[in-house]
């Protein structure tokens, strides 16, 4: 047997038995006991609530992923990437177009196989526990300007990579990673522009006590920003959340609606002091260098596996081709893209405890954020007690007891 494909259905099998084993050993560390921070907020059936909606998505996340893995198993054993491969090169359009066929064939069936999955969790399970607001007009909406933004974008961005590989030699791979880097800085900064207001409405919060309590925060914090928005999250889901977006003068302040709704204003000012605690510590900057230095790593790897015809024969593709090799060196860059995921959560998981601490000193509403803390977790029924095997794996935030019992800490020094 091909020793490739014989290493990549290891990489497979490995990712999914560890995946799978962190599930359940989430599932094992479930304790019916309120931990004793959240008595007051959790009643036992609301507990219990949280603990069964766990239970649900934990059980179908690992029957979807079951499912996908056997058959990407047997798609690549019967030959299907050659067999793909075989009826978009019968089109003759050419390296680039046909590349580009080949990518939108593959991510169309993904995407296709992949939604009833996503039906059934967005209009059964969410919808069971009240998180569901999705109607089937947005979702069918939401699909099609997903699908037509892949095929622009995506399309655009795969046809410049096939053109660089094909034809600037061998420091090719950092033609391409320099071009692709800048794509997606400048996409950074137009996103909040021209494709986040595509999915969601955003409106500028209204004058009263929360915009004169929020500007007021960030100008104590030398913040320059576009304004104070409020998106329509509640158009989708029950579930909150805050973010900034944009740099320099395109920076905003972005609430879900729910997150107004469901908290005071010291709690919300407290959770923008958090995200002021991330741009401030510098830590988006320093997280988008990683990621770029990352990314070059891996366009110098994918340099050195282009036309392996090892790797193609591994896969029953019998043509030789830049396109192909951009899809198959995804199987042996997924170890090295988990690793790297798995430093990343270590990274965030710190950087949320700085933020933390940081809003705490700033803000001095260090008992409002831990009161919001508890609130969202209550509004989303997250798990409180995770195992630290799954937070190691794939927690890009702290277990929300860490987080809090860290923030009491610094409200006693």
């Known amino acids: 047997m091909n020793i490739y494909l014989i290493i990549i ?21 479930v304790s019916p006991d309120i931990p004793e921070e959240f008595k007051g907020y959790y009643d036992a059936e609301k507990y219990g609530k949280s603990q069964d909606y766990l239970r649900e998505t934990t059980r179908w996340g690992l029957f979807v992923d079951s499912i996908n893995t056997v058959v990407l198993v047997i798609f690549i054993l019967a030959g299907g990437f050659g067999w793909i491969d075989g009826i978009v090169r019968s089109l003759s359009l050419g390296p680039i177009l046909t590349g580009v066929c080949f990518a939108y064939f593959m991510m169309l ?19 069971k526990y009240g998180f569901n607001r999705t109607t089937p007009k947005t979702f069918v909406a939401d699909f099609f300007k997903s699908m037509l933004l892949m095929f622009i974008l995506g399309g655009a961005i795969f046809s410049l990579v096939l053109w660089i590989f094909g034809g600037l030699g061998d420091l090719a791979w950092l033609y391409c990673w320099g071009a692709v880097a800048a794509l997606q800085i400048f996409l950074m ?13 955003f409106t500028p919060l209204e004058d009263g006590e929360l915009r004169d309590a929020i500007e007021a925060y960030a100008k104590s914090q030398g913040f320059k920003m576009k304004g104070v928005f409020c998106m329509d999250g509640s158009k989708r889901s ?4 805050a973010f900034f977006t944009g740099f320099g003068k395109t920076r905003r302040i972005v609430l879900y609606d729910t997150l107004i709704k469901n908290h005071s204003v010291d709690e919300l000012v407290a959770i923008i002091a958090h995200e002021m605690g991330h741009y401030k510590l510098k830590h988006i900057p320093s997280a988008i260098v990683r990621s770029l230095v990352v990314s070059c790593f891996m366009f110098f790897l994918l340099g050195l596996c282009l036309n ?11 043509n030789l081709s830049i396109y192909m090799s951009l899809f198959l060196f995804g199987f042996l860059y997924s170890p090295v893209s988990m690793l790297v995921g798995i430093v990343e959560s270590i990274i965030s998981r710190k950087h949320e405890f700085q933020a933390d601490a940081y809003a705490a000193e700033t803000s001095g509403l260090g008992e409002s954020m831990i009161s919001g803390l508890k609130q969202l977790s209550v509004d989303n029924l997250s798990n409180l007690t995770p195992h630290p095997f799954t937070v190691f794996l794939t927690y890009s935030h702290p277990p929300v007891l860490q987080r809090i019992r860290a923030i009491e800490g610094k409200i006693e020094n």
Do not use: Q
């Open 9 to 29: 259905l290891a990489i497979i099998a490995f990712r999914y038995l560890l995946e799978s084993t962190s599930d359940l050993l989430n599932l094992k560390a």
């Open 109 to 127: 069936t993904v995407t296709v196989l992949g939604l009833p999955f996503s039906i059934y969790s967005t209009f059964v399970i969410e919808k």
């Open 189 to 201: 900064f137009i996103a909040p522009y021209v494709i986040m207001p595509i999915f969601n409405k």
């Open 238 to 241: 029950s579930k909150s959340n």
């Open 308 to 318: 392996n015809e090892g790797l193609f024969a591994a896969f029953g593709v019998d």
